[in-house]
């Protein structure tokens, strides 16, 4: 048996084959079907028609990579060492952490390989074949290469096949190409190398028929079926790291790595010096589990958390934690057109009738709008758009939905727009849309006909021959439609369509479009004015792609899919609109652009737009119109697919990743500062200034009533009017590292001091110790409020729980100053009035120290005054 075609690749020329050649390539007849022992051999051959869902090791593999962590290594022997020295609140706290983190990353991987489920689903259960010269009734995944299939409206095409027969057949093909509208289809060879959308005597496996009748020969099935090539780029994009995430884990290696070094340096030191072993055992413990920041990971999930409710009451779902943040480092935006751009609903905007041109207002299928200037003329005109219709509009939940085709239902608002009434005319007799003749026409009591069709075939029944007019809408991506009207014999009522030519009337033109969301167009040129840079990649026309650009004032001209192939990277790069783009072109753009140092968010509804979605760095899938596959792919999804949904989730990102870096400088220079105190201490053979039993207390009460509140902190005015981050900046900058040793030094000192202090002044040791740790404590609550903006003083908007976390922090520390049972576990004393005064002029000392440091430092290009009020 000849080897069948395109069984190797989903890349076939079947397209460009005679119908006869392909029988016989394909051994098979396109009237009877193929014979049982044919099937079983090619399925033998070939497999089942699904596609293929490749293994990741198992719940449990998943499960033990989210341990593999330098930070989360140094934290497990952190607690198995607190656990030895039954510290049992603190090796609980230190293990919870570990395991709330390796539970979200187990439950994010597996929501990442469910994309690949989500696409298998695409193939339908069931299909009609014909097998042996019967049409049967058939499980989709029973289907081999050389099949006959038969196609209806409303079937979803089960296998790549090759049209023999189609009549009046439209596919909805855009979950696979991104085309805008159904796709008129014919059985009729194609001759030249065509890009996949402009195949139109193909049926692709996973997309939709929504009118007629076809019949095809299979082609190509499962993994070798262009929804099989997407499961493959799919399964083999990298789902790439988020920038957070890969800076945090090098931050992780770096401060394990520091925080082993100090420890091991101060046992060393101290066995110089003379001191015990298990001593120094001890202390080097305490160093490492005080200047582990154990709230880290916690507070990453927290600000995350918190950034995923924020954007979700601003329509967007967030899928994956790290997406939130990525969003603000966001350097490029990969839009689509259809629906994210755009409001993806036909829309009629004029009727053009003669030399007049009447403006329709208003957008999408709310019949809200008027005809500027109606007379009786543009009137008809509308009324043979509503006569010669198949189509109708139902109001779901408030919206307005389309029964049948998108192009149709525009020409029903446009007529309801102008009160244009249908119940006179009861049809008599239709001549059904035809892809070949390109042409509708109805006949209605009267009796009248109307014709509705393509500019060409409708001008040519009334003998005009100028198609200029027409011509200079649609080279503005438009779609023109062109009515007729026509008079029957008298008693006729079948359509005659013999009679018709010379006996038509032109009624005119009805122009329309996907129209541009006007919030779209505000958010892009936002993003645009926050340094983002944002690009439009759609599968529709080149020419509709170029309208929409305009609007939204992107780019300089359109790159088509054929011509990507042999455009340089450089120059590629560069571009900012692509029309007719394939999803193996999607996922180049999206790589290309990473590799160029770019952070990239792509957003996409359809089946080709999964590779690129879970390549990008954040992938946003639209939530009303996108296919489940684009969904499980993605990282966020947009509830009410539209752009500026984008833009204020950037906007939010921003502020989750200021928060994390907040975080980040008040948390670093506390867990500093109690290893340093240690290790002077030591190093000099002095005193401890605080035990390691109040270095447990600092880190357990101050991560979470202190720091964890600048997780709330509302956004920083002027957001969105700073260039977006660096993909290069570290997570710790020159600025922030300065800050964080400033502050280090700081609260060491202020604990020296205050221990010796006291103690010079013949203080008992218990009472310096309690004295040294309020001072430590409070400078940190000098320090927070500071770390409200890290560069500028920041006075207003100031939030609740941060408010609350002082107060209470407060009231602890006045506990464990004066609660006997406090005082015997954590070894501390009673101050008096006199101490609290010099704790808290340290305290204010420092906040200033911080605040110069601010107005001394104070980063070029920093956004806002250098002091804000209320958030402004």
């Not at 593999?61 to 022997?77: A, K, N, T």
């Not at 609140?89 to 990442?112: C, K, P």
């Not at 008992?764 to 940190?780: C, D, G, M």
């Not at 609660?819 to 070894?827: A, D, E, R, S, Y």
Request: hydrophobic share 50%; charged share 20%; glycine share 10%.
């Amino acid at each position: 048996m000849p080897t069948p075609l395109a069984t190797s690749s989903p890349h076939t020329d079947a397209y460009r084959t005679k119908t006869q050649d392909l029988v016989k390539v394909l051994d098979t007849d396109e009237q009877q079907g193929l014979s049982s022992d044919q099937v079983e051999q090619r399925r033998a051959q070939f497999g089942a028609n699904t596609l293929p869902v490749e293994g990741d090791g198992g719940a449990l593999l998943r499960l033990v990579r989210q341990f593999h962590d330098p930070l989360v290594y140094v934290l497990i022997v952190s607690a198995v060492v607190t656990l030895s020295m039954a510290q049992f609140v603190d090796t609980g706290v230190i293990l919870g952490v570990v395991l709330l983190n390796a539970v979200i990353g187990y439950v994010q991987e597996s929501r990442a390989r469910s994309a690949l489920d989500a696409l298998a689903r695409m193939v339908p259960a069931e299909a009609s074949v014909i097998r042996g010269g019967t049409t049967l009734k058939l499980a989709a995944e029973s289907l081999v290469p050389g099949d006959v299939l038969v196609l209806q409206a409303g079937d979803k095409v089960a296998a790549d096949v090759r049209l023999v027969g189609a009549d009046s057949l439209e596919v909805d093909e855009s979950p696979l190409t991104g085309e805008s509208v159904p796709v008129v289809k014919s059985a009729d060879v194609i001759v030249g190398e065509t890009v996949l959308a402009d195949r139109r005597n193909m049926a692709y496996s996973g997309t939709v028929v929504t009118r007629g009748a076809g019949r095809g020969i299979v082609v190509a099935t499962g993994a070798d079926t262009e929804l099989g090539l997407v499961n493959k780029l799919v399964g083999s994009a990298d789902g790439t790291q988020t920038p957070l995430t890969r800076k945090l884990i090098g931050f992780s290696r770096q401060l394990a790595l520091v925080i082993v070094g100090l420890a091991a340096v101060t046992f060393i030191i101290g066995l110089l010096r003379g001191s015990p072993a298990g001593e120094m055992f001890t202390a080097a413990v305490a160093l490492a589990v005080g200047a582990i920041p154990e709230g880290l990971p916690a507070a990453v999930t927290i600000v995350l958390a918190i950034g995923v409710v924020r954007m979700s009451r601003r329509n967007a779902i967030v899928r994956r934690l790290p997406a939130v943040e990525t969003l603000g480092g966001t350097t490029v935006v990969c839009t689509d057109k259809t629906g994210t751009l755009t409001a993806n609903q036909m829309t009629v905007t004029a009727v053009v009738v003669g030399e007049k041109v009447y403006e329709v207002t208003g957008n999408g299928y709310d019949p809200v709008g008027e005809v500027v200037g109606l007379d009786d003329a543009a009137r008809e005109c509308l009324l043979a758009g509503a006569l010669c219709n198949d189509s109708s509009l139902r109001q779901v939940d408030g919206v307005w939905e389309v029964v049948g085709d998108p192009t149709e239902a525009a020409l029903l608002v446009s007529a309801g727009k102008a009160g244009v009434e249908t119940k006179e005319y009861p049809r008599l007799d239709v001549v059904p849309f035809d892809s070949a003749k390109q042409l509708m026409i109805t006949l209605h009591q009267g009796p009248v006909g109307y014709i509705k069709g393509s500019v060409e075939r409708v001008l040519a029944l009334v003998a005009e021959k100028d198609h200029s007019a027409a011509e200079r809408w649609a080279a503005q991506g438009l779609r023109v439609l062109a009515f007729a009207k026509f008079t029957p014999p008298p008693g006729n009522t079948r359509i005659d369509e013999e009679s018709l030519p010379g006996n038509v009337e032109l009624l005119g033109f009805q122009v329309m479009r996907d129209p541009s969301r006007p919030e779209a167009i505000t958010a892009v040129a936002s993003c645009q004015e926050a340094g983002v840079e944002v690009k439009m990649i759609t599968g529709d026309h080149a020419a509709t792609a170029q309208a929409i650009a305009q609007d939204f004032a992107l780019g300089d001209g359109v790159v088509s899919g054929k011509d990507i192939e042999a455009m340089p990277d450089d120059k590629l790069a560069e571009k900012s609109v692509f029309a007719r783009v394939a999803p193996e072109q999607k996922l180049r753009l999206v790589e290309l652009l990473q590799r160029k140092g770019h952070v990239v968010a792509m957003t996409g509804d359809g089946v080709n737009d999964a590779p690129a979605l879970r390549q990008a760095d954040i992938g946003v899938a639209m939530g009303r119109g996108g296919t489940e596959a684009a969904k499980e792919a993605a990282d966020m999804v947009l509830a009410d697919d539209n752009f500026a949904t984008i833009e204020a989730a950037v906007e939010e990102g921003r502020g989750v990743f200021d928060n994390l870096r907040k975080f980040l400088a008040w948390t670093l220079p506390t867990n500093i500062a109690e290893g340093l105190v240690i290790l002077v201490a030591i190093v000099v053979g002095a005193v401890l200034p605080i035990l390691p039993v109040q270095i447990l207390w600092i880190n357990m009460t101050t991560a979470v009533f202190l720091g964890l509140t600048l997780a709330f902190e509302p956004k920083e005015p002027g957001i969105m009017r700073r260039p977006p981050r660096s993909p290069k900046q570290p997570l710790l900058t020159r600025d922030l590292i300065r800050r964080i040793v400033l502050v280090s030094i700081v609260l060491v000192a202020a604990a020296f001091l205050m221990f010796d202090g006291l103690l010079d002044a013949g203080a008992p040791v218990a009472e310096a110790r309690t004295a040294a740790i309020n001072v430590f404590v409070f400078v940190q609550i000098a320090y927070l409020i500071s770390c409200r903006s890290l560069d500028r003083l920041r006075l207003g908007g100031w939030n609740r729980w941060l408010v609350m976390g002082i107060g209470l922090m407060v009231l602890l520390q006045i506990l464990i100053t004066y609660v006997p049972v406090l005082n015997t576990l954590f070894h501390t004393a009673p101050l008096d009035v006199g101490v609290w005064l010099l704790i808290l002029a340290a305290s204010v000392a420092a906040f200033v120290v911080v605040e110069v440091d601010k107005l001394i430092w104070r980063p070029k290009g920093s956004f806002g005054p250098a002091v804000g009020v209320d958030g402004h």
